[in-house]
């Protein structure tokens, strides 16, 4: 098993700045590729950012150019910087792991807040 733990949202003010971290535990040699979702009220959790375990990353169009996702393999933890917050950025983030164990693993959330 994999198990994520995140940290790092908060309150900030539009055009503000946060970083996430998600430090994994557990069975990490197993993990494929870790990612940041985040999900509104009512809404599907969406994929904002993901890094495979070669490093490459990828994120969707609307945080490109704001949101940087790195990792530190020694400290097994990944991060997702987030710059120029917009009030449409506010939602709970979750950390997310892939692995070969074949279930995806979830962290247990992180709420960001953006106010205008």
């Known amino acids: 098993q994999v198990q994520l733990v995140e940290s790092g949202g908060g309150l900030v003010q539009a055009g503000g700045s946060l970083k996430l971290s998600c430090a994994a535990s557990g069975s990490i040699a197993s993990i494929k590729a870790m990612g940041w979702y985040r999900q509104a009220p009512g809404k599907q959790r969406e994929l904002v950012a993901g890094i495979t375990r070669g490093g490459a990353p990828n994120l969707i169009d609307s945080v490109k150019g704001r949101f940087t996702i790195s990792r530190d393999t020694a400290k097994s933890t990944v991060y997702l910087e987030m710059r120029a917050l917009k009030p449409e950025d506010t939602d709970v983030y979750y950390c997310?792991?892939?692995?070969?164990?074949?279930?995806?693993?979830w962290g247990q959330g992180t709420q960001v807040t953006v106010s205008s």
């Open positions: 997310a792991a892939e692995s070969t164990l074949g279930p995806k693993y």
